[in-house]
């Protein structure tokens, strides 16, 4: 949903635009001229459906724990984007702390296919965040940019949604078998993430790095 200096999402968009338009190129641009952004629908999906478009889009290759929702963004009946949402984790204690007595929820993941047109992205989060505001009792809504994917947060700064700086946290970035893992993950898989643990665990197949931060960003929903 980001891109800066040509971000992982963007890269994956272009490749397969360049795969796809020989074949689909003349479908897809009928698809968008019938249904402008603004005759767009945005639907509640589950996070099952989801699940296929983030792993072929995302930077981290994962999916997150403690997903609560997810949505699609819809032109007519074809699917062209989605985003997965969840419950704050240890990494937004700064959060509960800073507001207490208000509930926020957490933008995990998102993606917006090759072939949808520009400001897709900034218009379906916008859509997300009304609904969650007519429907939950969430009071905002936070999410990051990862520098390791060229990240910057352009989109949610052209929402207006704050930075709140880079937020530093003890966890460290794993591998296992030469494929990223997230500490959630693992914590879902064995109840633990620590490094020694981990170790423990996985041996040699594990390596381990130091984190590089991400920039968060904070959007009041009330």
């Known amino acids: 949903m980001l891109r800066l200096m040509e971000c992982h999402q963007y ?19 009928d698809l968008v001229l019938r249904f402008p952004l603004k005759s767009t629908t945005v639907s509640s999906i589950s996070i099952k459906d989801a699940t296929p478009y983030i792993l072929k889009y995302e930077y981290l290759g994962t999916m997150p724990g403690w997903s609560r929702y997810a949505f699609g963004h819809y032109w007519g009946s074809e699917i062209g984007g989605v985003v997965v949402l969840g419950d704050t984790t240890g990494s937004d204690v700064a959060f509960t702390r800073l507001f207490p007595g ?11 296919f090759w072939w949808t047109p520009k400001n897709s992205a900034s218009y379906f989060i916008s859509r997300v965040c009304r609904w969650l505001r007519e429907n939950t009792n969430y009071n905002f809504i936070t ?37 990223k893992v997230h500490p959630k993950t693992l914590y879902d898989r064995h109840g633990t993430s620590g490094v020694g643990k981990i170790r423990v665990i996985y041996g040699d197949r594990v390596r381990i790095e130091e984190r590089v931060f991400k920039r968060r960003f904070l959007y009041f929903l009330k």
Do not use: C
């Open 143 to 179: 999410a990051t940019a990862d520098s390791e994917a060229g990240e910057a947060g352009v989109i949610y700064k052209a929402l207006n949604w704050d930075d709140m700086g880079i937020k530093k946290h003890g966890h460290p970035v794993f591998f296992i078998d030469g494929k």
């Open 102 to 112: 208000k509930k926020g929820i957490q933008l995990q993941r998102g993606v917006n």
């Open 11 to 29: 890269k994956t968009r272009e490749k397969l635009r360049k795969e796809s338009t020989v074949r689909e190129g003349l479908y897809y641009e």
